[in-house]
């Protein structure tokens, strides 16, 4: 029977043990709510992993991680298509821009952060087509799941803390009243210091998160982080349509609207 | 006949049932089910799976029907239902199980997200020794020091008034503030 279903029944790091037991070769693929991710496997190791429409040339990558210049990024783009990963890696290594060593770990590590983000994706549907194998052009790697798997379920549990503590991104943030609250002595890092920029009541912890290019876990790991210290609080957003609630008053009339909590009041003294 | 609705949320075991069953006139129609978990069977023996029901007739034209959530997480696909039109809401915290305070937040923010109602927390068990003192747990809980934060015992029916009634003075300043 296909491997296939719904990450509410099977989770991320359930798929990867049972990858890494079976030693399972081929393509994982992840239809998550805005996207969907593939990972490929050659026996129960990871080879390469994608999430949407995201650049995943080895040059793309290897700039990414500043091991090329925007001058040879741009030099290489200028070239198109017709070099494979491969080739443009020996080109690479021949020409001394870079090492194998440093490929090798670049995209090790550009599999392993899709990874991570997949630990965050609690919805959608996977399957898994067996023998199907990543492009033959791609440089593969072989990455043991098991590091992966414990990472990924202290990220799960962190995850599901997270989402205790800031369940609706839809919310916004405002600084707190506190008048001993003062910023300037606060450590921030660099991506704090991003997300602080935005925080205005108008703005959603989504939005924010997108401004900043974080993803839910970024984004939520930094608030709870800020809401801990007591710097924010989250708040409704301003300038959004106050959802109405479904006819709390029987009337609509105002003067009655009170009268009728005044009888309330009255009835709960009385009891 | 008019009939208004208050919601009663909290985590699991912090007393929602008990404190409906304090003021309501009739019987709290319940959907208890037996824990099936033996974490939660440490706690308690039943827990509401659907929601509680109880009711207080106000006189012969008015109704309050108070409604209390399933404190269990896999329940909370309920909780949305219960909170349209609610007139407010009061979130039970039990005072003697710190590890709830951060699902009682959540809980908090969730209900805030659904409707923008007034609200008040309750530390319910208060009258238990291994009691939190009420200015810890609004530490804990990260409360605004404006979000009314009451002592409560759900057994004892005046404590459970003092909570509705502050609840009401709450939407009634609510009312009066919006037409400043």
């Not at chain 2, 710190?98 to 008040?120: C, G």
Request: glycine residues 6%; charged residues 25%.
């Amino acid at each position: 029977m296909a491997l296939r279903g719904n990450l509410r029944d099977f989770t991320i790091t359930q798929l990867l043990n049972l990858i890494n037991l079976a030693r399972k070769t081929g393509t994982l693929v992840v239809e998550g709510p805005n996207e969907t991710a593939q990972a490929f496997f050659r026996e129960g190791k990871l080879a390469f992993a994608q999430i949407g429409r995201e650049d995943t040339s080895l040059a793309h990558i290897l700039f990414k991680a500043n091991k090329l210049s925007a001058g040879q990024y741009k030099a290489i783009q200028q070239r198109g298509n017709s070099v494979s990963d491969k080739e443009l890696g020996l080109l690479l290594i021949n020409a001394g821009y870079v090492s194998q060593d440093d490929i090798l770990a670049n995209l090790q590590q550009y599999s392993t952060d899709v990874i991570h983000r997949l630990f965050t994706w609690v919805e959608g549907f996977f399957r898994f087509d067996n023998d199907q194998l990543p492009p033959d052009d791609r440089i593969n790697v072989r990455l043991d799941l098991e590091n992966l798997i414990i990472e990924g379920s202290r990220q799960l549990r962190e995850w599901e803390q997270l989402q205790d503590e800031i369940p609706s991104l839809d919310m916004a943030l405002k600084f707190t009243a506190r008048p001993d609250a003062n910023m300037r002595n606060v450590n921030l890092n660099v991506e704090e210091w991003r997300v602080v920029s935005y925080i205005n009541p108008k703005n959603t912890i989504r939005q924010i998160g997108n401004a900043a290019k974080m993803n839910d876990l970024e984004i939520r790991r930094i608030v709870y982080g800020l809401l801990q210290a007591g710097l924010v609080e989250i708040c409704r957003p301003e300038g959004v349509p106050i959802p109405q609630p479904v006819r709390v008053f029987p009337t609509e009339d105002k003067e009655e609207q009170k009268t009728l909590v005044n009888r309330l009041i009255t009835r709960i003294r009385s009891l | 006949m008019q009939t208004v609705k208050m919601v009663v949320t909290g985590p699991f075991s912090a007393g929602k049932t008990e404190f409906i069953k304090s003021v309501s006139e009739i019987d709290v129609v319940s959907t208890e089910r037996k824990i099936s978990t033996k974490a939660e069977k440490t706690v308690k023996e039943a827990t509401t799976v659907a929601m509680d029901f109880g009711r207080i007739t106000v006189d012969e034209d008015l109704v309050l029907y108070l409604f209390g959530t399933p404190g269990q997480k896999r329940f909370d696909f309920m909780w949305e239902i219960l909170s349209e039109g609610m007139l407010g809401f009061i979130v039970l915290v039990d005072s003697t199980r710190p590890e709830t305070f951060r699902e009682a937040r959540s809980i908090l923010e969730t209900f805030r997200a659904y409707a923008p109602t007034p609200y008040v927390v309750a530390a319910n068990k208060q009258d238990m020794n291994d009691a939190w003192e009420l200015e810890d747990m609004r530490h804990a809980l990260r409360l605004d020091p404006k979000v009314k934060f009451l002592s409560c015992v759900a057994m004892d029916r005046d404590s459970v008034k003092t909570i509705l009634l502050e609840l009401l003075y709450s939407i009634l300043a609510e009312m009066e503030s919006g037409e400043k």
